[in-house]
C-alpha cells in the first residue's frame, strides 16, 4: 500500500493467499479450471476485500460437468494494528462490487441467489441484488436487478448502483440506479447501448464535488449521444 510517501507491503496469511489464489482443499477430481472473483474497496481503517471461488466442472466417472460456486468470503485488513479478519457469507452468490457507506456500512452486489430474501428477488444465477451485510448475514436493498451489478457508489450517503441491466425491483433504469431510502430510481433515461438497450458500465464513481463519472459501452447517456 502507499503510504503518501513510500510503497510498503502487507504481509497476508497464508490460508488468505491460498484463498486469493484458488488452492483450496478438497479440490473435486473433475474441476477443469478454478476462478477466484475478486473486489476490493478502502475502509476507514484499512481495506475489504471479497472474493468468489468458482470451479468449472467437466464430465468424469459418471460425474455431470456444470459450475460450483463455493461461498464467498470477507478479508479485512486494518492499518492501525496490521491485522486480518476473514468472515464467509452464508450464500451461493459471487460478490461483483463492494462499497462503504458513509457511517461505516458495508454494501455488498451479489450475483445470483440470496438467501432470506423475498420472493420477489427471484432465484435466477442473472439475478443481481444489492444487499447491507451486518457481519453475520446479508439483507437485500429494494428488489433485485435483471442483471449485473458490476459497480456500487456513494455520493455524499446516496448509494448508486451501476452495470449491465434495464430494471431495478420495478424501476426501469437502464444500467445505473440510485436509492432513495425506499426504492430505486432512474437517472433520466439510463444509459443506452447501440442496439439502443441497456448499456453496460465498467467503472462507476462519484468526486468530492457531487459529480457522478461512468466509462462503459453505450451511445447515450439520458438524451446526450456520447
Known amino acids: 500500500h502507499w503510504t503518501g510517501a513510500a510503497w510498503e507491503s502487507i504481509e ?9 489464489a484458488g488452492n483450496i482443499p478438497n479440490r473435486p477430481a473433475n ?25 468449472s466442472l467437466q464430465p468424469r466417472d459418471g460425474q ?10 470477507l478479508y479485512a485488513w486494518k492499518k492501525k494494528d496490521k491485522t486480518w479478519t476473514s468472515q464467509t457469507l452464508a450464500t451461493g452468490a459471487t460478490v461483483n462490487a463492494i462499497a462503504i457507506g458513509p457511517t461505516g456500512g458495508v454494501h455488498l452486489a451479489l450475483q445470483g441467489p440470496v438467501p432470506n430474501a423475498p420472493s420477489e428477488h427471484g432465484t435466477a444465477p442473472t439475478d443481481a441484488t444489492v444487499n447491507v451485510w451486518d457481519g453475520s448475514k446479508v439483507t437485500p436493498v429494494g428488489g433485485k436487478f ?17 452495470g449491465a441491466f434495464t430494471h431495478a425491483g420495478d424501476s426501469w433504469v437502464n444500467s445505473i440506479a440510485r436509492w432513495d431510502g ?29 459529480m457522478i463519472y461512468v466509462v462503459g459501452r ?7 449521444p456520447v
Not at 459450475?67 to 468470503?73: G, K, R, T, V, Y
Request: charged residues 15%; hydrophobic residues 55%.
Open 64 to 73: 455431470q460437468a456444470g459450475e460450483l460456486i463455493l461461498q464467498p468470503a
Open 218 to 224: 453505450f451511445v447515450k447517456a439520458g438524451d446526450v
Open 146 to 162: 435483471n442483471g449485473m451489478v458490476s459497480q456500487l457508489f456513494f455520493r455524499g450517503d446516496e448509494l448508486y448502483a451501476a
Open 182 to 210: 425506499s426504492a430505486w430510481k432512474a437517472l433520466a433515461t439510463g444509459l443506452a447501448s447501440p442496439q439502443l438497450t441497456a448499456g453496460t458500465v465498467f467503472e462507476a464513481g462519484a468526486s468530492a464535488k457531487g
Open 12 to 20: 497476508v496469511p497464508k490460508a488468505i493467499l491460498d484463498a486469493l
Open 31 to 55: 474441476a477443469a479450471w478454478i476462478k477466484v472473483n475478486v473486489v476490493l474497496t478502502a475502509t476507514a481503517d484499512g481495506f475489504l476485500v471479497g472474493a468468489t471461488t468458482q470451479i
